[in-house]
């Protein structure tokens, strides 16, 4: 199965935008529909299919930003919502003798429903600064660069935190959708990652794999904050256990397990995604890890990003208002979680 990159819609956009405000094309309205036998392509294939050189780079710069939207499948969905049957308990199966029948029994399934949200904005230039200050760098490609990184952040800081009952307008995030079994607490009132000793640290990781195990299909990315990262990075060196490589962009990625530990830095507000602020027990200073498996479709278990008509990006010129250019961008965009697809390690500590 194909990984469907969200960020190669958001990268063509950016790089349509600089040949838009550049005059080597002016469409009013730009479309991206992701279709292939999966119904997307991947980012890697966006890349290779384009024809222009400063296009094929803006792919890869967002490619290299995201470690999110550089993986995550983007399932495309007809309408405002996606609906689908969760199973719940399988029908009955036995062996049977010689002419006799079987008991019949049915499975149980739920039906579940996710709908989009609008992601997206506008960026306006003022006709002054777009004419005097564009002779090295065009200030509309640059405004509307800065714009899809924007949707970007917003974008990854949902995926963990999103809250539609706090915010109707965003979707839930993981730690909105994760309860029950796929939610491990690594001890009553934190755990550290390091320790005093060998055991304490073998403690933590026995933890880590306990979360691990909750994934179905097991874990294709683990998520945490650099600080967390950090103590695991100290605690393998002690245990005289390291793994890291560099992916094809050059870019340095560390794994536990053959699993990619992956950072997602701050909000719009400059504030961690994955804080180091949440309660557990007697602590108010720990943090969670994320382990998910990623999925094309709702047949899988996994975690898929979820859209109608790709990214859109509507160059509106001059508005009547005042004297500016706007380029607008809306994304109609939502997650699912297919069954046991991700899990969240709760109460770590930075120590």
Not at 67 to 75: A, G, N, T
Not at 149 to 166: C, E, L
Not at 205 to 232: C, F, P, S, T
Request: aromatic share 6%; glycine share 8%; hydrophobic share 45%.
């Amino acid at each position: 199965m194909q990984i469907i990159v969200i960020v190669a819609v958001l990268a063509v956009i950016a790089a349509l935008a600089l040949a838009i405000s550049r005059g080597v094309a002016r469409p009013k309205l730009f479309m991206l529909v992701l279709l292939d036998e999966t119904g997307a392509i991947s980012l890697a294939e966006a890349a290779t299919l384009s024809e222009d050189a400063l296009q094929q780079g803006v792919i890869e710069t967002f490619i290299y930003e995201s470690f999110v939207l550089d993986r995550i499948p983007l399932l495309p969905i007809e309408g405002n919502a996606y609906a689908y049957n969760e199973e719940l308990t399988l029908p009955g199966a036995a062996f049977r003798a010689v002419n006799t029948g079987y008991t019949e029994s049915t499975g149980t399934v739920n039906q579940n429903t996710e709908t989009l949200s609008i992601l997206g904005g506008d960026a306006d230039v003022d006709t002054f600064i777009q004419q005097t200050r564009s002779n090295i760098n065009d200030q509309r490609a640059v405004q509307t660069t800065m714009k899809v990184k924007a949707a970007v952040i917003q974008y990854q800081d949902a995926f963990i935190n999103g809250d539609n009952t706090a915010n109707p307008e965003e979707f839930d995030g993981l730690i909105n959708r994760l309860t029950g079994g796929q939610v491990v607490v690594a001890a009553t009132n934190g755990l550290a990652v390091v320790g005093a000793d060998d055991d304490a640290r073998q403690l933590f990781l026995d933890r880590l794999d306990e979360m691990m195990d909750q994934v179905a299909g097991g874990a294709q990315a683990l998520y945490m904050n650099e600080a967390i990262r950090r103590r695991i990075r100290q605690s393998a060196r002690r245990l005289q256990y390291w793994e890291r490589d560099r992916d094809e962009f050059g870019r340095v990625v560390e794994f536990y397990n053959g699993v990619p530990m992956l950072t997602l830095g701050d909000d719009l507000a400059g504030a961690l995604i994955l804080p180091l602020d949440e309660t557990t027990g007697s602590s108010s200073v720990t943090s969670s890890i994320y382990a998910v498996h990623f999925t094309g479709n709702e047949s899988e278990a996994g975690v898929t990003a979820l859209n109608n008509g790709g990214i859109q990006v509507k160059d509106l010129g001059e508005i009547d208002a005042s004297p500016v250019l706007r380029t607008r961008i809306e994304f109609f965009c939502g997650l699912a979680v297919f069954g046991l697809g991700a899990a969240r390690l709760t109460g770590v500590l930075d120590s």
